[in-house]
């Protein structure tokens, strides 16, 4: 298990490597009373690298918790396909698809409300293996023991109760869950999101370690960047439901191809204030709009610094398309960013 | 040296509960000079809400304020009346909070709510309203005049939150208290949000005290900053000196376990271990020393105090990172372990 | 760090192992009006088991006393209108009317909890029938319900009343579910219980219905005491158990005309029936608060 302070990140897969999820054209709406319909998630198409940390970052509204929820197929897609390995999963239903489950695995934002506060920790971490009937007895007893080691509570804490645990402790907890099952797949849903900063970096460093120890694949989605860019190899950027840049993370980064992304990185706060107070801000005019009645033609038009209306910016969807090597934005003019 | 317009002692607020007595506020001293921007910084338990809470005297049931003084322009608010603190509140000391989704009333009107702010505090209806629309332009509130009668509801949480700012500046206070007025907003809306503190800091000379858990946002916005952990400052001083040369293990240890979004290359972070201290069970001596990398046998006994480490700059600590940089390699630490560098109880939590 | 070592970050923020339960335990022995009831109860309970093996006279032994005559040494209580002693009789009446208060919430409980759980759980048409019935079954009275049931079923017996009562009081606790499966359902950590590949059965009984026992628990206290109120009015109204069975309802009732020479024939079992009932209503108070989450003091 590498010690080292410092660790190169490998080279961004080559886009031959293996796909272990593939999105084709995802749509989710939700009704929203009286006849309209919130566009949720409004066609996107990606797909997530065998032992990679896909990122997925974006505002409210953005559709990520929601694009969530449809990779682990805890919600029908309205239509569009998504495939794991060579199975279209979108097809599947009832107990078929329950015993994907084995490999696709979530771990959820809330430390307080995703661990059921009636059952001991031991049999929350051993529900996914009670769920298939994989071990029973000592055998289940031994794993539950060796999850918490895993993730570096007491193993002797399998009789314990949620509460009497600190939020950290039950993202761990959350996480050893996660692993009974030897996923392929984890999406981490705001994994760290609630947790004390300090706090952060222990689960992040975690999550990498037993990413590395245990070949794991995570689609890693937050609102914190900073995090996103700091454990992701590529990361996805999304806007009102769509997709609009999938890059390798440095160059996300150093050298963004959407204006959406390009702001949103001026607006996180870097913690030096020599750095800090001569950021440029870029500006985005109003609010973001209702994914009830977004925008025609780009997504992001109405706010955008570069847009050129009407034409083609109100009109014509942008494609997610190749600017540069395995590097996507869905923008007409990428080289004015 | 100008005098400040308050002046914190020894302040001391407690909470009693059915495990005992947790003391959220353990002995905070600090100054607040006009029109500067303050940050206070800390995690979950470190106190820096409360303590703002305790300065308004808006301390929540069951907890109470024991020991100190809070001196605004040499009257102790402590020991004002329940008229006379109300006086003060909103009209001098403004306070906005983490999630304006639930200090606004959602059935009133959003211009009327802010108008309220200066009612209460003697103007006139017509006067209110002029006064209203005006700041709801200063707070780049587009389309003032129909924002005005909107409900809550039909604003984002941006627009919210400035709505909030333009009611605790409604009656020009000398100072402005944000409690994590931008944790709940999204990152781009948090960038403009604080840009605005920032400039209204700058026009109107309200100094604003600015409580966040995000390092970032001191660095963009505070000329100042209060560190706190468990309840206690640990280090405070001029922003620039604070993150450029941190002496107190604490404020080394948090800057180097954050993730930067301009970083160029991957490093792993630098965590610091243990969990957030119980404040029913505060650890002996110094409390950080269960999570010190450089903790010496003086750390598990005694109480450091505030002392001087640089101009304007006090850490509490034994040790102080320019020692553990000369002594104990404090550089080249991999990990923050407790007792790591310093070879004291290494690993033990306690 | 490797990540097997699991030295550092070791402890739970509570040195005690403390369950939910036991928590909710330790609140409820604190409230001396809930304990006294549990206590009455717990006598009562004795006082009813033992009346299956002894009373001091068989309680349709007639004439074994001067009729009407008052508390004695001999007889506790005094006597009823046909010398049939009264205390014996109150015994037996506590068997009935604690049976009648269990098993109608037992059936209720059968009932309500089943039907909730799968109308708030998978929604749809389901829950529309379910509830279509509910709505239904409230908007016909009680009482009339109960008397339908009493005469359809034939000869009056304390099956009969415990299934008659208990078809007019299924809907409270099945709402009362469905509402808690409702909110349940959209909570984290069943969420994450899908996710982990539980079938809905596992969700519903391994992970909503012990969330939901608080209040179900708390209902089905204050059930009982109800139940036995009904009862009570049902004998005293001639169409509880048939005599010489002593239902506190139909003491009262033969007691009601001899009130003012023999008050003790109302007053006997109208104590024992007031007891019972503040015991069942205090002991379900308590309940409440130890059970609720957010009352935490």
């Avoid at chain 1, 955008?304 to 109100?314: F, K, N, Q, S």
């Avoid at chain 3, 509570?14 to 609140?27: E, Y």
């Avoid at chain 3, 809930?34 to 009562?44: D, E, K, P, Q, Y």
């Avoid at chain 3, 539980?198 to 005491?225: C, D, E, S, Y």
């Amino acid at each position: 298990m590498a010690e080292a302070a410092v660790r190169g990140r490998p080279a961004p897969a080559p886009s031959g490597a293996k796909t272990l999820l593939r999105a084709e054209n995802v749509v989710k709406y939700f009704p929203a009373g009286l006849g309209a319909t919130v566009h949720a998630v409004d066609g996107v198409s990606f797909e997530i690298r065998e032992g990679e940390t896909l990122g997925l970052v974006g505002e409210s509204g953005c559709g990520k918790s929601t694009l969530a929820r449809l990779v682990t197929q805890l919600i029908p897609v309205t239509s569009g396909k998504i495939f794991f390995g060579d199975v279209e999963l979108t097809k599947l239903r009832g107990e078929k698809l329950r015993q994907y489950r084995r490999q696709l695995q979530m771990i959820f934002q809330d430390p307080f409300a995703s661990l059921d506060p009636r059952m001991t920790v031991g049999d929350i971490i051993a529900e996914p293996l009670d769920n298939f009937r994989v071990m029973r007895g000592r055998k289940r007893n031994e794993r539950v023991q060796e999850l918490l080691n895993t993730v570096g509570l007491n193993p002797n804490f399998n009789n314990r109760y949620p509460h009497e645990f600190s939020g950290g402790q039950r993202q761990r907890i959350g996480i050893a869950r996660a692993l009974a099952l030897n996923p392929k797949l984890v999406v981490c849903d705001e994994a760290i999101s609630a947790l004390d900063v300090s706090i952060q970096a222990q689960v992040v460093n975690l999550l990498e370690d037993l990413q590395h120890e245990f070949k794991l694949t995570y689609l890693f989605i937050a609102h914190d960047l900073s995090v996103v860019r700091h454990i992701s190899d590529r990361v996805m950027v999304m806007y009102l439901g769509k997709i609009v840049e999938i890059a390798d993370s440095v160059e996300t980064y150093s050298s963004p191809k959407h204006p959406y992304t390009k702001a949103l990185l001026s607006a996180i706060p870097v913690p030096d204030p020599k750095i800090q107070r001569h950021r440029r801000l870029v500006e985005l005019t109003g609010e973001i709009p209702s994914p009830i009645h977004p925008p025609s033609g780009c997504h992001f038009h109405t706010r955008c610094p570069i847009a050129r209306l009407p034409a083609p910016c109100a009109e014509k969807e942008p494609p997610l398309e190749a600017k540069g090597r395995d590097h996507l934005a869905a923008c007409f003019f990428s080289s004015d960013v | 040296m100008p005098t400040p317009i308050l002046q914190v002692r020894d302040l001391r607020t407690q909470f009693l509960t059915d495990g005992g007595t947790v003391t959220a506020v353990d002995g905070v001293s600090f100054d607040l000079f006009p029109g500067e921007s303050l940050g206070i910084v800390g995690e979950s338990g470190s106190g820096k809400s409360m303590t703002a809470l305790s300065i308004l005297r808006l301390v929540p049931d069951p907890g109470k304020i024991v020991n100190g003084q809070v001196l605004f322009h040499d009257q102790d608010l402590l020991q004002l009346t329940g008229e006379e603190i109300r006086e003060i509140r909103g009209r001098d000391i403004a306070m906005i909070f983490q999630d304006p989704q639930s200090s606004l009333n959602p059935v009133l009107r959003t211009g009327f709510q802010v108008d309220e702010a200066m009612l209460a505090h003697g103007k006139s209806k017509g006067e209110a309203r002029a006064r209203t629309l005006e700041l709801l332009k200063k707070v780049r509130i587009p389309a003032a005049e129909s924002r005005y009668k909107d409900f809550p509801h039909q604003l984002s949480g941006g627009m919210r939150q400035r709505a909030m700012i333009a009611m605790g500046l409604s009656n020009a206070p000398a100072i402005l208290i944000a409690d994590e007025p931008t944790t709940a907003l999204d990152v781009t809306v948090q960038a403009q949000i604080l840009e605005l503190l920032a400039d209204l800091n700058r026009e109107l000379g309200t100094a604003i005290v600015m409580i966040t858990h995000n390092m970032g946002v001191v660095a963009g916005l505070c000329s100042r900053v209060l560190v706190m952990y468990a309840g206690e400052i640990v280090e405070q001083g001029p922003v620039e000196q604070i993150f450029e040369n941190p002496q107190h293990p604490y404020t080394w240890s948090l800057l180097r376990s954050i993730p930067r979004v301009d970083a160029l290359r991957h490093e792993r972070l630098r965590s610091i271990e243990g969990i957030a201290p119980d404040l029913l069970h505060t650890p002996s001596g110094c409390r950080f020393h269960p999570r010190c990398p450089f903790r010496i046998d003086k750390c598990f006994t005694d109480e450091p105090r505030l002392e001087e480490v640089g101009p304007a700059q006090q850490a509490a600590c034994w040790v102080t990172m320019e020692r553990a940089r000369k002594e104990m390699g404090a550089d080249g630490l991999k990990d923050i372990r407790p007792g790591a560098a310093s070879g004291v109880r290494p690993g033990e939590l306690d | 760090m490797a990540v097997t070592a699991a030295a550092v970050v070791v402890r739970p923020i509570t040195p005690v192992q403390a369950s939910l339960w036991s928590d909710a335990w330790r609140r409820l022995r604190r409230n001396r009006l809930a304990l006294a009831g549990a206590v009455f109860l717990v006598f009562l309970t004795g006082v009813a088991l033992v009346a299956f093996v002894y009373t001091p006279y068989p309680m349709a032994a007639v004439a074994v006393a001067a009729p009407y005559s008052g508390p004695s040494a001999a007889h506790w209580f005094g006597a009823d209108v046909i010398g049939r002693d009264v205390l014996s009789r109150v015994m037996v009446g506590a068997q009935i009317s604690l049976t009648v208060g269990v098993g109608t919430q037992l059936v209720v409980l059968a009932i309500g909890v089943p039907v909730g759980l799968i109308a708030g759980y998978f929604g749809g048409w389901i829950d529309s029938i379910v509830s279509f019935a509910v709505n239904v079954f409230y908007g016909v009275p009680d009482l009339l319900v109960a008397l339908l049931l009493v005469v359809l079923l034939g000869h009056p017996g304390l099956d009969k009343i415990i299934i008659a009562i208990s078809v007019t009081r299924w809907m409270d606790m099945t709402r009362l579910v469905r509402g808690q499966t409702l909110a349940l359902r959209e909570r984290e950590f069943v969420e994450a219980a899908r996710a982990s590949g539980a079938r809905p059965i596992k969700i519903l009984f391994g992970h909503i219905l012990p969330n939901a026992l608080g209040p179900v628990i708390v209902q089905a206290t204050f059930g009982v005491p109800a139940a036995i109120l009904f009862e009570a009015f049902l004998s005293f109204l001639g169409l509880g158990v048939p005599p010489p069975q002593p239902s506190w309802g139909s003491m009262a009732a033969d007691g009601l005309s001899a009130i003012r020479i023999a008050p003790h024939m109302v007053i006997a079992p109208s104590i024992a029936l007031s007891l019972t009932l503040m015991s069942f209503n205090f002991l379900g108070d308590g309940l409440r608060d130890a059970l609720d989450p957010r009352s935490r003091r």
